[in-house]
């Protein structure tokens, strides 16, 4: 894989380190949730059960330095990304914020959902669906790249950052050419055939 580097700040870990994120960063001594141990074993039916016994998804369920959405992306766990997405306490406004292409109406969805968006830390679990996507771009996690993108609006796919390459030359990319430039084909035309799909709708 080929060492890639975004040089404007994105929350996530993924963005934080040349190449392959380091293995201390994923590694814990202990579970705070048995729901971050089921993240861990990869245990979607363990992880059903437990939300069926009322424990809580949000953004704080962690492996490590990692928010659960982005190990599960990291390791290709495509289940247990998208129970982690769909059964988050925030998952309706987060659906209803990915569905706004518009910057101004994302704005103003905030302003008038304070109370989920800052206190329930919606904003933050929105930066960390980001953090899965390119994530499973950059570990080469086809599935989990289709899930997100389900998840996501046209808007942030398509938006082009600019990233460092191996030979620090600076590259302005979207997701599909990332994946592109990182030669993982299979991610790209997932992402191509979203697209396409999603300009014809």
């Known amino acids: 894989m080929a060492d890639m580097k975004l040089i404007q700040y994105m929350p996530g870990c993924v ?9 201390s960063i994923y590694q814990l001594e202990s579970f705070n949730s048995p729901l971050e141990e089921a993240v861990y074993n990869n245990d979607a039916g363990q992880f059903r059960n437990l939300l069926e016994k009322g424990h809580t998804v949000n953004i704080r369920l962690r492996i490590g330095q990692m928010s659960c959405l982005e190990y599960a992306a990291m390791k290709g766990f495509t289940e247990i990304l998208e ?19 518009d910057v101004v109406e994302r704005a103003y969805l905030m302003s008038k959902n304070k109370g989920v968006f800052f206190e329930q830390e919606a904003l933050m679990e929105a930066n960390r669906y980001l953090a899965a996507f390119y994530t499973a771009i950059v570990y080469d996690r086809p599935k989990c790249v289709e899930s997100m993108l389900r998840r996501l609006g046209l808007r942030d796919p398509l938006t082009r950052h600019s990233f460092y390459t191996a030979d620090k030359t600076v590259e302005s990319l979207a997701a599909s050419e990332l994946a592109r430039h990182l030669g993982h084909q299979e991610c790209y035309r997932i992402i191509q055939k979203w697209q396409q799909s999603a300009v014809e709708t």
């Open 83 to 101: 129970t982690l997405a769909d059964a988050s306490v925030c998952a309706q406004m987060l659906r209803q914020y990915f569905s706004l292409d």
């Open 15 to 23: 963005f934080e380190f040349y190449g392959r994120i380091p293995e």
